[in-house]
């Protein structure tokens, strides 16, 4: 049976670091809150002077292409992800990210489209592209995502006022690319991706231009996004998928698991509702929260990337990704990693 394959990972981090004491001490309002504590974002990356959207998600693609036996010429697809998609000063919808980075790359022939989903957009491109590989519309192919997101932070230092501001979760973001190459395979690879969305929640995290000045914002009610209702959005929809499968969270032997980095304690608690609903203890956990921070679509593939250059994770590891977006936006992916260089 085809599948997909993941040949190549590729991150990049901007150099300059920012510690949540040093983000925190620029408040205009005294902090009513130990942000590194309630979060677990100690640090995060935040873009130069020279950096935007667009050049970080360019360093993460040169990334994985140097880390692949493949040129990109030899890409058949490129599909962009970012939800920041800046280049200097401007927004762009058009022309396509995708589009700019395919001839930026040099891969000339790759169709191109730019995929858009919160903070599950790099999933959505890998669900999208393994699905191409799969009905064998294309053998190859680049997701891709810059994310140049710290200006929400920028925005909440300057506006936040009150004790429970919607801008707070503003505070935990980081800047970040990240680069997946997927090719098609008969041997271990991708083993199932499935999200779903439940637009319930949609109105509880929202990006939009600031309604007090001229900066952008995300207005994030953090006392609903976080309940256990939300939560078993991940654990009711993979119980069912094993169910039909005839297979277990236990059964499936899972080495690992990444969460989107978006609340140490948050997480905690989904793994004990986890824990509780599939009766079954989690695997263990791959993180970069306390030094990266929520880096939005890259999350996922910043700590696997993380976890191969520092050799946490062997050849052969099965890993759960589940992400956490706006939308909202639930799901898995599961991923038996080959021999990865990075």
Not at 40 to 49: D, H, K, S
Not at 81 to 88: A, E, H, K, L, V
């Amino acid at each position: 049976m085809v599948r997909s394959t993941i040949e190549a990972i590729g991150a990049y981090l901007p150099s300059r670091e920012l510690t949540t004491t040093e983000l925190m001490s620029g408040l205009a309002v005294e902090a009513p809150l130990d942000l590194e504590k309630v979060s677990g974002v100690r640090a995060r990356r935040v873009r130069g002077e020279d950096e935007d959207s667009f050049t970080i998600a360019l360093a993460a693609a040169r990334t994985a292409l140097d880390n692949s036996r493949y040129e990109a010429a030899d890409l058949d697809v490129v599909i962009s992800c970012s939800i920041t998609r800046t280049r200097g000063t401007d927004f762009c919808l058009e022309p396509s990210f995708a589009l700019m980075l395919r001839n930026t790359l040099g891969a000339t022939r790759a169709i191109h489209f730019d995929v858009s989903n919160a903070c599950a957009g790099m999933l959505t491109g890998v669900l999208v592209l393994d699905r191409m590989i799969r009905s064998g519309a294309v053998k190859r192919g680049l997701v891709v995502s810059g994310e140049c997101i710290t200006p929400i932070s920028d925005t909440a230092v300057r506006e936040i006022s009150e004790k429970y501001d919607p801008q707070f979760a503003s505070l935990t973001v980081g800047d970040a690319g990240a680069a997946v190459l997927l090719e098609a395979t008969d041997g271990p690879g991708l083993d199932y991706v499935e999200l779903n969305t439940s637009a319930a929640y949609a109105k509880l995290c929202l990006g939009m231009p600031s309604d007090r000045s001229a900066g952008v914002a995300l207005y994030t009610d953090n006392r609903a996004m976080h309940n256990e209702s939300r939560y078993l959005l991940w654990t009711s929809r993979q119980q069912r998928f094993l169910t039909e499968r005839d297979s277990s969270f236990a059964a499936e032997g899972y080495d690992y698991l990444i969460h989107h980095q978006f609340s140490g304690p948050a997480v905690e608690l989904i793994d004990k509702i986890a824990e509780r609903e599939f009766d079954s203890v989690m695997p263990p956990k791959l993180a970069v929260l306390d030094k990266y921070g929520n880096t939005a679509s890259t999350s996922h593939f910043v700590v696997l990337h993380d976890a191969l250059r520092d050799g946490r994770i062997a050849p052969g590891s099965k890993v759960l990704l589940v992400p956490a977006a706006s939308g909202v936006v639930a799901g898995f992916l599961s991923v038996t990693l080959g021999d990865l260089r990075v």
